[in-house]
């Protein structure tokens, strides 16, 4: 498994979790490792809950992770991805912060990886796929 995915990093105050939600979006960038273990997860925790705040009612799309529950707890967070526990809450900045390895990561749309779920309302992880990779490529990213 990759080094880095297996470093658990906590930049909260005492690494407790505030809940303030800010760290959870709905469309995050992933390795397929970190999708596979999530998945693995979701198969061990039959109870594990997944929040869908959109509908195909809705006009707008709702940018909130399936997995953060009403109470802004997470649901996975024993197996949150990388970009979820090395978020920097801004109120306790870690100055040893390093940023994130995106050479193998692609943006993914948890509620449709995860809840095997279209949501037509969101943004299209194709095309933001494709600006993605250009700006990997410009940043000198591979």
């Known amino acids: ?21 800010q760290c959870c979006s709905c469309l995050l960038i992933l390795s397929e490792g970190e999708i596979a273990k999530i998945k693995k997860y979701l198969k061990e925790h039959p109870e594990v809950k997944m929040n869908d705040r959109n ?25 949150r991805p990388q970009i979820c526990s090395r978020f920097i809450c801004s109120r306790f900045k870690d100055p040893n912060y390093k940023p994130l390895d995106h050479s193998y990561k692609k943006i993914v749309n948890m509620v449709e990886t995860f809840m095997n779920k279209e949501c037509s ?22």
Request: glycine residues 6%; charged residues 30%; contains cysteine.
């Open 1 to 21: 498994m990759n080094k880095q995915m297996a470093d658990s990093v906590d930049h909260t105050k005492d690494g407790n979790c505030s809940g303030c939600g």
């Open 121 to 142: 309302n969101a943004p299209d992880i194709k095309e933001l796929n494709k600006m993605y990779q250009e700006k990997k490529r410009e940043a000198g990213i591979k």
């Open 55 to 79: 509908s195909a009612l809705q006009n707008k799309f709702v940018d909130v992770c399936p997995f953060l529950n009403d109470e802004n707890e997470c649901e996975i967070y024993s197996v």
